[in-house]
């Protein structure tokens, strides 16, 4: 029996532990109850071909109705198929950060030609419904969550979760990102206008290339509906992340995520 430990979002549904050995024709063993089970069916049935074809189409950022076309696969399944990478992408954890991070918050609205805006433009009667919160990881990864509005507590609970305590988060002065020295970070605050006089390392800059990243992408596919934002915004991520490989290595990244989680 061939064992290898894999950490993944597939968990026991035994104990939801999620740490198992993979075993013959696709069972997985897990490591804490010692019960056997198998990962879930994929939401549409396609060979392992035709997973190949989807993922490398994808990978190329092509759309549902070039895909069907170039493949021969029906639009319903493509589009099947697209949206379980996605919550693939999604559910992926990616290690806590430790060391410099910066944070912001931006808001994702339905204005037309415009689907981002500034918060601080943003008149304070009217509900921003829905926020991206992220934080990047200087010379490391980005984490982004769609989340209901600007909420200190919920912005509180994200970063206790993603960083490690004791790394320097820089932020904007925005009233919602209070006081994280009280839960064990080194908080340096940006003065957008001033940055200049602050030192080196007072900015947000890399954080503010990815949002002006996902703005370009999100636009350029039109409309979203609106509880898909999510799901568009895990891809725009996981391709932000792993923007310094090969189509090559992107194509066996994602065949692989599925291969671990789902049931072809
Ligand atoms: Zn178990």
Redesign the pocket.
Known sequence: MNKSIVKNIVS?P??S?DKYWKVRRGGLL?V??R?EYRPPPPPVRLSQNQWRTIVRWFVLEQSVSIISEQSGISRYKVMKALQHIRKLMRSQTLDVFQGEVEVDATLYGRVKNRPFRKYTRTKSNSKPDQVIFGALCRGGFVKAKLVSGYDAEMFRYLLKEWVAPGSIIYSSSFKYFPDLKSIGFVHRTVNMKKSIHLGEGYHINGLKGFWGYLKTKLSSRGGIRRERVGLYLAEYVWRYNNRDKSTKEKIHTIIKLIKNTTNI
Do not use: D, R
Request: with cysteine.
């Open positions: 026991c035994n104990c532990c897990c804490k109850c019960s």
